[in-house]
């Protein structure tokens, strides 16, 4: 069994970034202090177990995990501010935790392996990311453009060791 704790935060605030637009400068700061990284969750979890045994002269193997992300936010707290001295705020969208079921079956001798999978069993849905689609004029969200995770797939695969 294995455990690891990771944690990631700003530890000062980024430098900004001038960058000339026609309407002035635009002073683009990823994050303040303290902000969690952008689509780093405060948790996630895995358990993953794997049963080997013998049949005959091949090797069998059955297993499975279940992983859960944690909450994550898209971005950091101050997105843009203009350079001007009138803040314009981006908060970070909220992407919710997930939990995904994978499992596998194989049968290895000397030189084949013979593997079957299933990832995301319940076909859960969720986001790996997402980011607002503004309107370029008035700067109103017009929808949101996300990346889901990988739908359950079910797969068989063939090795041959030489």
Not at 120 to 125: E, F, I, S, W
Request: with cysteine.
């Amino acid at each position: 069994m294995q455990c690891r704790l990771y944690k990631g935060q700003l530890s000062q605030d980024y430098t900004p970034i001038f960058i000339p637009t026609p309407g002035g400068l635009l002073d683009l700061r990823s994050g303040l202090a303290d902000d969690r990284l952008p689509y780093v969750p405060k948790l996630s979890a895995s358990l993953t177990s794997d049963y080997f045994f013998p049949v005959g002269t091949w090797q069998g193997n059955i297993g499975g995990g279940v992983r859960w992300v944690g909450s994550r936010l898209n971005g950091t707290t101050e997105r843009q501010q203009v350079a001007d001295g009138v803040p314009v705020f981006t908060y970070p969208l909220q992407l919710d935790s997930y939990a995904a079921i994978d499992l596998h079956a194989s049968i290895s001798n000397e030189n084949w392996t013979i593997r079957g999978y299933v990832k995301n069993l319940a076909d859960k849905r969720a986001y790996s990311s997402i980011a607002r689609n503004d309107n370029q004029v008035t700067g109103a969200t017009q929808n949101l453009l996300a990346v889901p995770i990988q739908p359950r797939t079910i797969g068989l695969e063939f090795d041959y060791r030489y």
